[in-house]
């Protein structure tokens, strides 16, 4: 019965093994192809939120592909640098215009003007 038993234990051992390693001329596996990003950025026009919110970005081995993140988070941060830029020189601007309008100087008048000079239309 011993012997049985170490022979059955045998057989089933050996066919595992066989199973996994594979134990004759079976079609190998490919790898699988790569996953690429399928709606990038937009190129035509600045990235909106919806955009943001809808990027998925492709999985590789071990997490996301390196390149299509890098390429993903440049063109967003050149997009908010720009953004950042523009609202720094409308800001600019709005000082510029308040400070006009709260009697700053007034850029159109010449110096000679009595306005200007200090003196009422008499010459006083």
Known sequence: MFWFLLLTMVVVIAAVTLAVVGGGERAVLTDAPAEHLV????????VGRADIEALRL??????????????????????????????AELESELAGARAAAAGGPDL????????TSGHDEDGR
Not at 39 to 46: I, K, V, Y
Not at 59 to 87: F, K
């Open 58 to 87: 492709p999985l590789a081995a071990r997490g996301y592909r390196m390149s299509e993140v890098d390429e993903a988070l440049d063109r967003v941060g050149a997009e908010l640098a720009e953004r950042d830029a523009r609202i």
């Open 108 to 115: 159109f008048k010449r110096p000679g003007d009595p306005e």
């Open 39 to 46: 709606d990038p950025l937009p190129a035509h026009r600045p």
